[in-house]
């Protein structure tokens, strides 16, 4: 399946502030407060930055199963896992908290997205896809392909954001007489057929035809295939596919990254000087050790992590991701459009080795032998160090440590 997508034109206005207000922000922000200013203020939960999702049981339906996060975990984000069955339609609805991120792990799912405005789009997004929802369109989603429907993994950028208002409910929660009012009189017999509660995931015969493109539609497109985003592959072993709202425009409190790691690769020790992240392993399993200090207490927490658990680092906590027992993918998203990271690598790269060597009680000849030199993101572990090492080595190392610290 595929559409054109074309841009709707906006209407200028006579009043010249006011066009320059209109051109310098996009229709789709308008209205639309930057989560950073809502959530990441307050001092970040101590607690298990991990939760083994891979262990809770699905919420099962006839045409599909979900599973949420529980909202009490000490994250500023929340996570769920929604697989449709072939036909499976996720009800009509919207986020009152928060906006929604999602990636495409298997299949073909087929959205309508509504603005405030009454603008939509019908699209598709495919597996390999991500996708962002601003807090409080209405959407829905169908599981189009006809031999698994789709999976989703979708994060949201409030602890308690997978809450929705769906249609379903709605219809439930209101008089026959208002229901048929709002419906152009339907017939009460029609009415005994509705859902006497929500109908979270239903279904609907997959549609032959192709979609027909909105007559009416968002002026930024809201999926992004995540290969064809920015490439980091600096190191040795993995690869990173960045979407920020660099690459998906539409985009405005979140973004997200791919990571291939190759076994026995890890992504740098690194933190993220805007954004809080949440990662979920899509395969194989992965260690992190996340370094924090909150109120002036430092602690560190160590996990692994496997196929289907999901992790969380608050903004700014030191943490890397491991490979281990094999290759490992991880999907990471963040709670800013754009987010920052700093690394390791390039804070010792840019910092004159005496003062490393300083603060770390070592020598210059160290510093100037082992330091970094240059920003990596990926590394390969080193096997530890074994008897076998040569005795010159060794000597070489002893005198290099003889000379004073920082000298």
Not at 292 to 313: A, L, P, R
Request: overall charge negative; glycine content about 8%; hydrophobic content about 35%.
């Amino acid at each position: 399946r595929s559409f054109l997508f074309f841009a709707a034109a906006g209407s200028m206005s006579s009043d010249s502030s006011a066009v320059t207000a209109q051109a310098s922000t996009p229709t789709h922000l308008r209205g639309q407060q930057p989560k950073e200013q809502r959530s990441l203020q307050s001092e970040p939960e101590r607690g298990n930055y991990h939760y083994k999702l891979s262990q809770q049981d699905w919420t099962n339906a006839t045409h599909g199963r979900l599973k949420i996060t529980p909202n009490d975990l000490p994250f500023n984000m929340q996570f769920g896992e929604v697989e449709l069955f072939p036909g499976g339609v996720r009800d009509l609805h919207w986020h009152r908290k928060a906006a929604e991120w999602g990636y495409v792990s298997a299949g073909i799912c087929e959205f309508t997205l509504m603005d405030d405005h009454n603008r939509y789009v019908n699209g598709v997004a495919n597996t390999g896809d991500v996708y962002y929802f601003p807090l409080g369109w209405q959407h829905s989603i169908q599981g189009i392909d006809p031999d698994v429907g789709c999976t989703l993994l979708i994060w949201f950028d409030d602890q308690d954001g997978a809450g929705s208002i769906n249609l379903s409910d709605m219809m439930a929660a209101y008089p026959k007489e208002i229901v048929q009012a709002s419906l152009n009189g339907i017939p009460e017999e029609a009415l005994l057929a509705f859902p006497k509660g929500t109908n979270a995931i239903g279904f609907g015969r997959i549609q032959d035809e192709k979609i027909e493109p909105s007559d009416h539609p968002l002026d930024l497109w809201p999926v992004f295939p995540v290969k064809k985003g920015e490439i980091t592959e600096s190191g040795e072993g993995g690869v990173e596919y960045d979407v920020r709202q660099e690459q998906l425009l539409a985009t405005l409190t979140m973004s997200g990254a791919l990571i291939e790691l190759e076994e026995g690769t890890m992504r740098e020790l690194h933190w993220h000087t805007n954004a809080d992240e949440h990662h979920y392993v899509l395969s194989g399993k992965v260690r992190n050790i996340v370094h924090s200090n909150i109120g002036g207490i430092e602690s560190t927490e160590e996990y692994i992590i496997e196929k289907g658990d999901v992790g969380y680092v608050p903004l700014n906590f030191v943490h890397y991701l491991e490979a281990v027992d094999g290759p490992a993918t991880v999907v990471v998203t963040f709670n800013h459009p754009s987010w920052g990271t700093q690394g390791l690598s390039a804070m010792m790269a840019v910092t004159p080795t005496y003062v490393t060597a300083s603060v770390l009680n070592t020598t210059t000849d160290i510093a100037d032998t082992y330091f970094p030199k240059e920003s990596t993101a990926f590394l390969k572990k080193l096997p530890p160090s074994n008897a076998s090492d040569s005795v010159e080595d060794d000597a070489g190392v002893e005198a290099m440590l003889n000379s004073s610290p920082g000298h």
